[in-house]
């Protein structure tokens, strides 16, 4: 796969650390998550072999680009280690040197030579009104290709889909109350065309880096994780907020926080949907585990199929 490392740079370059360290490292870090057979060798072993088999292609409809940029955050595993190491990225528009045709050409040449293995990452929401037109990907023979064209071409062809972030899982933002466009998630796109490719939800807007991270790294080496109704890895959106909330037991003795500025009590009055959402913020917290919205705002629901509509008002109680 040499010549197809380029587009993201040029040669691999050698970081501080062996492969084999850095995936000691980054096992612990996504360990506390219920991968306790990441230290096995087994999995090390499939990981590196996945990483000359199984490309990943990133491709990106309506979104903000978010969920890229919270990729890109990772700090333990570092993302140049993850790049390298994890996950065999050979298309990714924000980040590739390579642009115009010849990236394009590239994805649908790679698409084509892995097919039926490679991974395709959707981040954003596909706008299906006015044929397309509203997300244009790039062009090929001065032909526009469309982010549907897109997904309808690449999503049959891969061996799985990733939605990444809640645009691509739901619709999100971009299919809130007033969307024109006719914003779609990829599982519901994948229903209108019949493709049966199996999609993974990750959502979130945006979503946590651990949870990409951990979520290619589970399918490269053990394939689809197990799934809730919703489409979402239970090993990362299978708990409650509000059960697992620090103010829990303040929200069971009535004791409500008046203002964002209040550090005790529960901050449901503020508007915290915790009670309506599942994911594991609270104990995997954001910004490398700095905070999270509960300790500065509150939980606006951001992996919910419904979100914003089903959250809004954001700071007003539910
Ligand atoms: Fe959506 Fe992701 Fe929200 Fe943004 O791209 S999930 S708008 S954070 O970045 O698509
Ligand atoms: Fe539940 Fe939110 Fe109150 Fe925490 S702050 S106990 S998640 S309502
Ligand atoms: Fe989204 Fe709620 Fe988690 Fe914040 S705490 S990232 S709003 S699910």
Redesign the pocket.
């Known amino acids: 796969m040499k010549d197809e490392k380029m587009l993201l740079g040029g040669q691999q370059k050698k970081t501080g650390v062996s492969r084999r360290t850095f995936l000691k490292t980054f096992t612990g870090t996504v360990a506390g998550i219920g991968f306790s057979q990441m230290f096995n060798p087994a999995f090390v072993s499939a990981l590196e072999k996945a990483l000359e088999t199984h490309p990943v292609l990133w491709i990106q409809g309506q979104g903000c680009s978010g969920c890229s940029v919270s990729l890109l955050n990772s700090v333990d595993p570092s993302i140049a280690d993850v790049l390298l190491k994890v996950i065999s990225l050979q298309y990714h528009p924000t980040i590739m040197a390579a642009e115009g045709e010849t990236a394009l050409e590239n994805l649908y040449r790679v698409a084509q030579k892995y097919k039926g293995k490679f991974s395709l990452v959707v981040e954003g929401a596909i706008p299906m009104a006015a044929e397309g037109k509203y997300c244009i990907g790039g062009e090929l023979n001065h032909k526009e290709i469309t982010m549907v064209d897109m997904v309808k071409d690449l999503g049959p062809k891969a061996g799985s889909v990733l939605a990444i972030g809640t645009c691509a899982s739901y619709g999100g933002i971009p299919a809130a109350k007033g969307n024109v466009t006719g914003a779609t998630g990829v599982m519901d796109f994948f229903k209108i065309y019949g493709i049966k490719t199996p999609v993974v939800n990750i959502p979130g807007c945006p979503s946590h880096p651990d949870w990409i991270v951990g979520s290619i790294a589970h399918l490269l080496t053990k394939g689809i994780p197990e799934l809730d109704d919703n489409g979402r890895p239970v090993i990362f959106f299978g708990e409650n907020?509000?059960d697992n909330?620090?103010?829990?037991e303040?929200?069971d003795a009535g004791n409500m926080?008046e203002k964002f500025t209040d550090v005790n009590g529960?901050?449901?009055d503020l508007g915290?949907?915790?009670?309506d959402?599942y994911a594991d913020c609270?104990k995997r917290k954001w910004n490398s585990g700095m905070n999270w919205c509960?300790d500065n705002a509150?939980?606006i629901g951001c992996v919910e199929p419904g979100f914003p509509d089903a959250s809004s008002p954001f700071y007003e109680p539910a």
């Not at 909330?245 to 829990?248: A, L, S």
């Not at 915290?272 to 009670?275: A, Q, S, V």
């Open positions: 907020i509000h909330c620090p103010h829990v303040q929200y926080a529960c901050r449901m915290c949907k915790g009670p959402t609270y509960v509150v939980c």
